[in-house]
């Protein structure tokens, strides 16, 4: 499975584009797209549609941010439900209580 020499994407042999050199070298091209920016001579790291890796670990790094919120997030709910319970069952004893009064 070759990857594109311009966006790093691996891509299914049948489709694509190889290039050989006269150095012996070969191009991969996953597509049109990545062969005319690459002639073009354009920097892939400049385009917003390539991802690299840096953006990945960045995206790695912040998603596991959230997770520790979230737990966080959790344990206050579970301490909301717990005087919602709490709530609950005062009123219910008020009214047992109203209910005797009146009888």
Do not use: H, Q
Not at 22 to 42: E, M, P, T, V
Not at 48 to 76: A, L
Request: aromatic share 6%; hydrophobic share 25%; net charge positive.
């Amino acid at each position: 499975m070759p990857a594109c020499s311009f966006c790093k994407k691996n891509y299914e042999n049948p489709r694509g584009l190889t290039i050989f050199t006269f150095d012996g070298k070969s191009i991969f091209y996953c597509s049109s797209k990545c062969r005319n920016n690459a002639k073009l001579g354009r920097d892939p790291k400049k385009t917003g549609w390539v991802k690299s890796i840096k953006k990945i670990k960045v995206k790695e790094v912040v998603s596991e941010k959230p997770k520790k919120e979230e737990k966080k997030v959790e344990v206050k709910e579970e301490k909301v439900e717990e005087k919602k319970t709490e709530a609950k069952k005062e009123k219910v004893e008020e009214k047992k209580e109203v209910k005797e009064k009146v009888e």
